[in-house]
């Protein structure tokens, strides 16, 4: 990937960091680097998953999905981590498949059951992705899919892949019912961990180039060096914390493309989990062009100067002419293409914050494949790495979560916690119809 | 609706309102609810469509639909306002359709493309819809859709019905081919326009129970009342107000449900663009339990202290039982359903946030159907009137649009702008692989 931010200058935006700002953040840019380094070499958790590139092999992730390489549709069950960095790939390159991808990353009972009822179970694989083997939503749908493919009459065991940790309830699973399994890699939190199987089984699965993916985050991870000014993903991490440190604590992420829709939704778990503690941390806010310029758009170019916008332009694409229409007031669109029209507009968007002041981010590929997608994945990685060090926040953790999952397994009758009777002692006031 | 704002309370949250506080904004309430009663009764622009539960004819809708009403799939081309609405609609009672309801609010050339080869067109209706007529993103998608029934052969003058202004482009043609056509209602903003035709032709050709969505906002018009502590839809539209002038700049919409995941985009306009002008209005973020507590609770629980959380509570739903497992670390979840999971995360999840202080407002349904949908879209619009008028902005206007509109125009060759000037004459600052 490329990054341009001239529109997040002084000179073109408030909030807007100076050149001469960056230059003295390029300072901790080095440190930062050093600390990254070091992580990455003594493979310490987390720093772990930016060595990914080189630790994926690709062929036993091939071997693992090959019984089911023919399935029409492929249900992986997961949830956060496990579910959003697949997803974003195979949604991506969804047009280069015929396999059927499809995330339960939810409990809702209506949702899934509409699921399993339209599916063809006979023809469907299971990816059931949990590091524990516990996490409640995952094992609970798995549980529900399982039972569907029984009442089916459809051996789950002939079309179960599961990835997993070392130990666990689902590592026993998998050697009880000698299922194929890959591990979740050591020391690669979920949100961190689209490079690894946990990520590429899906691809795999609907037959995308894994090679090209790895090598795409390969390249960049070549950029990583001492310098936001010769490295993309530390020019992002770093002009975003800066832009955050000056009052931008919105980050907007508006891809100019329907099949990055996903990637929006992985980055904003990926910013939120790890740089959202100790009081700090942007908000990430999934935006796409050119839909949410009929949307987003008036506040983010008129509202509180509180934003930051990174557009990500998709480069190259199949493009479609728009017919020739006799109508006067519409005959300037019957001359271009649909692609002409969205590049404008993008452009057009992008403008329209500068001339308003409004600080952003241009990031750019060069097409939707699985190189430029690795790169994309990887970039951002680095990047959030990056700001978690400029922040000085544990970049790794999330124990913000721990609570509310202890209140869910005591409401449902899993063990004596405190949190759970917190739950019943509510403040309620309520105003009802 | 009904609207619990318990855990807004200064007693429980920092940011929050104290009953005090709210006390005296009531007042302050009570004035803007005279505004928008002499709105109301003047039919002036934007206040108008408050009255839209009297002023529509569900009979006229179903009879311009009549011609399609056997469709199997229906495009709907549209954007913003033109779409949203009608999306929200059909997507959350998608399950009691045999219509697949299809959206073209993008321009991106490989997407509309994958649509349009993948639809049978023969049983393929058209939902055109714009005001102006002119939306270039909707008239280009509608030119490349009609040449594309063309090409397939089919006559797309016998699929296709217009909603659209008095006058215009879209007018013009529908009289031209003497196809069904309504009317999108005068002094009705296209974010407000779910009530009206604009929101109610998809929901009928897929079949919906159109009464039953008109008397559901009929129902909550009937509360709006002088006071917030009577009124739910001006209870979420106060609180969120005070919040934001106490530090919550952002709101995060949080359906628990996946059938309102695209209620929660809808929102996410109607609060963006009218409220988000002059500096001012809060920054709406869409998220969706359970699954984002696996993604953004890390951040909500633990971030900076500028966010209000709003969820939202289906109600009732057709649950389905977790079936019986033999691994002892989940046995607790044999003796629940997927209803009750998903209803222990949601109150674990919010009293997670009030246990770290901060606020959040609970809406509660009675179950995702016509009558409760068009209460919540009623109920948030209204909200959303009441929020304008304690702000002071225009609610009903997105002048900062304009620009990006006029920039487009003119790189595309459709006139002189100097805004298409200003694209060219970028700042950058790039950062290359």
Known sequence: MNVDI????????????????LERLDDQVADAHERIETGMANAEHGYEALNLPQRTDPDEI???????????????????????????ITEALADESDTEAIYLDNVDPEWITAHLERLPLENTAINVVSRSGTTAETLANFLVVRDAFESAGVDWTERTIVTTGESGPLRDLSERH??????????????????SAVGMVA??????????????????AETLTGSLFDCPAYAY???????????????AMVPYAESLETYAEWF??????????DDLGQTPVRALGVTDQHSQ?????????DKLVTFVSPGSFDDRPIPETDVEALSYLGDSTLGELLEAEFEATEASLAAAGRPNVRIELDGVDEYELGGLLYGMEAATVLAGELYGVNTF?????EWAKKATRGLLGGGDFEEAEAVAEKTELRIER
């Open 6 to 21: 001239g529109n997040a200058l002084a000179s073109v935006a408030s909030p807007g960091v100076s050149r001469e700002s």
């Open 62 to 88: 091939r071997r693992a999905v090959e019984p089911v390489a023919d399935a029409d549709a492929l249900l992986t069950v997961g949830i956060g981590g496990s579910a959003l960095g697949a997803a974003t």
């Open 178 to 195: 000698d299922l194929p399994s890959l591990k979740v890699p050591d020391g690669v939190p979920g949100r961190f961990s689209a490079l």
């Open 203 to 220: 691809a795999a699965v609907c037959g995308h180039d894994l090679e090209a993916f790895l090598s795409g985050a390969a390249a960049e």
């Open 237 to 251: 991490g770093a002009t975003t914390y800066a832009l955050d440190q000056r009052g931008a604590g919105v980050n």
């Open 268 to 277: 904003a778990q990926l910013w939120a989990e790890s740089l959202g503690k």
């Open 297 to 305: 758009l008036q506040l983010y170019r008129a509202g509180p100067r």
């Open 397 to 401: 953790e999330q124990p913000a979560v």
